[in-house]
């Protein structure tokens, strides 16, 4: 028998068998009506009454629906009302500045476009069909009792498109379709052990790789899911403690803003002994695997995965035959990105590059067929990282391939900062590199070559790239230089500008 996926299998079965529970703790306190402690039996009528509500407004199946928010109930929420009707979510990265979500509202072809209120007034230039404030209920759910058209589900469809930084100037929307997820969600789950006795956190973004498909995971599982709005290293250890939380996902920045909240903490470390962390988006220092198991007395697990694979591809956690091992040594296991999650083929090409192949590969990148079949050539998918595959079968990422930066867990593309930057009348050339950085990972540096006769300051160009493009995606130090290493055929050589700051490291990424 043939039944296909869908993202209405999580929710069905929550409300199912977990329809009294709470399934979602809303953040509390939010420039929007807090939703509370929300039931799975009402998060599957709200999702009802959403895709009620988008029937109202016109929207065809296939359609698509941004939703521009910090984590909150109602984004959570989308991903079953809008997916879950056959319409297509756009959850777009919150930190962007107004050019950039419009670019991203505007090429998606989103016709409706939800935003926080808190970013109401900064994003006013962001149209669409129809735009509504998250907060007014009427405008986000149609009237109790209303019911949706029914949905037949397709495991092809696209359920989700996520914009992706990567190796162009403009961002990638990365077509997610319902089987993605889950296979995604289910073989997630799997590896880290998810069951209905755990309580999940939602520290991750949801618009990044959809909170990495731990809604959909969770949802499926009756799992309660707490959220948090904003990052804070001392409110992820409160929340630990309130809600007797058992898992959270974290990009390495995060696990450290909780370590440093860990050390002024007074008491006992809330969920020692019970606290699993999923650490992934850059590869975390040994130390702080080591400290985490120390210091929090938390598991420490690694994942590894794009935005392209939905995105798990390898995992890493503590095996029976490590249990025994000193703490440095097992973190040393722990340190590499792990062994491929079930269905998960990997290769490394003869350039090092890491290629997979997974039923959790995107479908393609939105209205870009020539980026797709890129990406896809061969019948692999192309990371772009490089890595080292040991006999083991696992997994290590030891250099970048693509033109990209990780900083906090966050893809900046070099090329879209080197075309803010060459848009100053000073600038003549441009480098856009990684360095390394105790607390981001990694962090921006440009080298400059000012154009002949003109002048300005570090400052001067750092303020200009934060007017126009999102502040995470500035420098954090400029170089004035005389000149750029270049090859025989102009290009920019990266690989050598890069190489004095990461000299003496045993990996090329931090
Ligand atoms: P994104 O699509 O924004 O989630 O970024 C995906 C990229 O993050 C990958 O291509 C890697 O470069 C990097 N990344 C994710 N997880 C890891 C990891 N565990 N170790 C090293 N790099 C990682």
Redesign the pocket.
């Known amino acids: 028998m043939f039944v296909p996926f869908s993202v209405n299998d999580f929710l069905d079965r929550a409300r199912t068998v977990y329809g009294e529970r709470v399934g979602v703790v809303d953040e509390p306190v939010q420039p929007a009506p807090s939703l509370g402690d929300v039931t799975y039996a009402e998060l599957a009528t709200l999702a009802r009454r959403q895709a009620a509500k988008l029937d109202e407004l016109g929207l065809e199946v296939g359609d698509r629906v941004a939703v521009v928010s910090q984590n909150s109930a109602r984004l959570l929420t989308s991903f079953f009302g809008v997916c879950g009707s056959g319409r297509v979510l756009v959850p777009v990265n919150f930190r962007l500045r107004p050019d950039e979500v419009s670019y991203i509202v505007q090429h998606s072809g989103a016709r409706v476009v939800y935003v926080d209120p808190e970013l109401d007034e900064a994003l006013a230039s962001v149209t669409a069909e129809h735009r509504f404030v998250l907060g007014d209920d009427d405008d986000l759910f149609a009237p109790e009792g209303v019911e949706p058209r029914p949905w037949e589900p397709d495991e092809a469809a696209t359920a989700c498109i996520?914009y992706?930084?990567?190796t162009t100037a403009r961002p990638k929307g990365?077509q997610i379709t319902h089987r993605n997820i889950w296979v995604n969600a289910v073989t997630f789950a799997m590896h880290a052990g998810v069951s209905d006795r755990d309580v999940y956190l939602h520290t991750l973004p949801m618009f990044?790789?959809n909170g990495w498909g731990m809604p959909f995971a969770t949802t499926g599982l009756g799992v309660p899911q707490v959220v948090l709005r904003k990052v804070d290293g001392a409110e992820i250890l409160r929340r630990v403690e309130q809600h007797g939380v058992t898992f959270l996902c974290a990009a390495p920045a995060v696990v450290a803003s909780v370590l440093d909240a860990a050390a002024t903490w007074e008491g006992e470390i809330p969920g020692r002994d019970r606290v699993r962390i999923i650490?992934?988006?850059?590869?975390?220092p040994t130390r702080t695997i080591v400290r985490v198991q120390e210091e929090l007395g938390w598991e420490f697990i690694?994942?590894?995965?794009?935005?392209?694979t939905s995105?798990l591809l390898?995992i890493?956690r503590t095996r029976s035959e490590w249990d025994d091992l000193p703490a440095e040594e097992r973190a040393s296991r722990l340190v590499r990105?792990?062994a491929p999650a079930l269905g998960v083929r990997l290769d490394v090409d003869k350039e090092g590059e890491v290629l997979a192949r997974s039923n959790v590969v995107l479908e393609g990148y939105w209205e870009q067929p020539e980026e797709s079949a890129r990406a896809l050539e061969g019948g692999w998918f192309h990371?772009?990282?490089g890595g080292v595959l040991g006999d083991d079968g696992y997994l290590t990422?030891s250099d970048?391939k693509?033109d990209?930066i990780?900083t906090g867990?966050?893809?900046v593309s070099s090329i879209e900062v080197e075309d803010v930057l060459f848009s100053h009348p000073a600038v003549a050339e441009v480098a856009v590199i990684g360095v390394p950085d105790e607390k981001w990972g990694e962090t921006i540096k440009a080298l400059v070559v000012l154009a002949d006769g003109a002048s300005a300051t570090e400052a001067e160009l750092i303020a200009w790239c934060k007017e126009r493009a999102a502040g995470y995606k500035a420098p954090t130090s400029v170089e004035f230089r005389d000149e750029l290493a270049r090859t025989a055929t102009g290009k920019l050589q990266k690989f050598m500008l890069r190489q004095p700051y990461w000299e003496g490291r045993e990996r090329q990424?931090g």
Do not use: F, M, W
């Not at 650490?279 to 975390?284: E, I």
């Open positions: 996520n992706t930084s990567g990365v990044h790789a650490c992934a988006g850059a590869p975390p690694q994942i590894y995965g794009l935005t392209e995105p390898t890493n990105a792990g990371t772009g990282d990422i970048r693509k990209v990780i867990g966050e893809n990424v």
